[in-house]
């Protein structure tokens, strides 16, 4: 596609209840970022890979988020028993390749916005 | 663990007015910087960038940063500004021992005033 694209764009959930947001990258782009935004501040790195596996995932908050990428394309952030905290804008981006981010533009989605009632 | 402070949070200008945005960083190695910018009800999108060479740095729009090392900073600027850069303005640094995550400050939030 276009861009990086991210379903749902709107997800309100009740706290204690599984969610999974989808990301779908530049077509081509092996990188794959994930951050979170709560509001009033900027994004926060929550975790990146570089094709299949995660090469950072140190921002990941605590084990009930996790996220996959099973065939270097798309990918799934999964968070269990959410709680009101986690309510916020979540992000994804996508690079060309590999190398420091300074050569490869992080390209970033719409985002989805999850609400934790 | 980097941090980037963006000390204005508020903006507000009229048209053709200059505008300065600061951006400080707390690495002291080396960096790549970047500014995005959010219009209303869009994503973030790259504004411009700098990882080496000359430290003044232009981009779209006719925005423009300037890396001082000296003082952890990278201020945008715009000698006039238009009712349409009204927007949300994100300083982001990517820290050599950081693999390739990016640090963003708490954002600025500019109105500008037709």
């Known amino acids: 596609g276009a861009g990086v694209s991210q379903t749902p764009s709107n997800k309100v959930t009740e706290k204690g209840k599984y969610v999974e947001l989808r990301c779908d990258p530049i077509?081509?782009?092996?990188?794959l970022y994930w951050y979170r935004q709560s509001l009033g501040q900027g994004p926060e790195f929550l975790i990146y890979?570089?094709?299949?596996?995660?090469?950072?995932d140190s921002g990941l908050p605590n084990d009930r988020f996790f996220a996959v990428r099973p065939e270097g394309s798309v990918s799934t952030l999964k968070i269990q028993r959410t709680e009101r905290g986690d309510s916020a804008v979540y992000l994804c981006a996508s690079s060309p390749g590999r190398g420091r981010v300074g050569v490869n533009e992080q390209f970033f989605g719409p985002g989805t916005r999850l609400t934790v009632l | 663990a980097q941090s980037v402070s963006q000390h204005n949070h508020h903006v507000i200008l009229s048209e053709a007015a200059s505008l300065e945005l600061g951006c400080n960083y707390s690495y002291g190695g080396t960096v790549n910087l970047f500014w995005y910018v959010q219009y209303p009800g869009q994503h973030l999108q790259l504004l411009l960038k700098y990882f080496s060479g000359d430290p003044l740095v232009k981009g779209i729009k006719g925005f423009e940063a300037e890396f001082i090392k000296s003082k952890f900073s990278f201020n945008l600027r715009k000698p006039s500004v238009q009712w349409s850069d009204t927007a949300e303005y994100f300083c982001a640094v990517n820290a050599d021992n950081a693999g390739n995550m990016l640090t963003f400050g708490g954002g600025t939030r500019l109105m500008v005033k037709p």
């Open positions: 890979f570089q094709g299949t596996g995660a090469a950072d």
């Open positions: 077509s081509g782009h092996t990188a």
